[in-house]
């Protein structure tokens, strides 16, 4: 997650997905992990892959599915 953050500010990263900034300290820092709902919510307003985020593979990019569209 601190990777994710860059040179955004603790309370820039929180404020996006709608959690608190000390929610984003204790998540980045280790002493608690995000539930499912705050990772899909992270994967999707940062564009990045869940399996990434998790450390499951270091490709970054969200695969994007489209279902009905040819």
């Given at each position: ?56 593979s270091d490709n970054s990019s969200p695969n994007i599915v489209t279902h009905g569209k040819?």
């Open positions: 997650m601190r990777e994710l953050r860059g040179s955004s500010s603790l309370r820039e990263m929180a404020d996006a997905i709608g959690i608190k900034y000390s929610a984003w300290a204790r998540y980045e820092a280790g002493g608690s992990t995000p539930g499912g709902d705050i990772i899909t919510n992270i994967c999707r307003v940062h564009r990045c892959s869940a399996d990434w985020l998790l450390g499951l040819n």
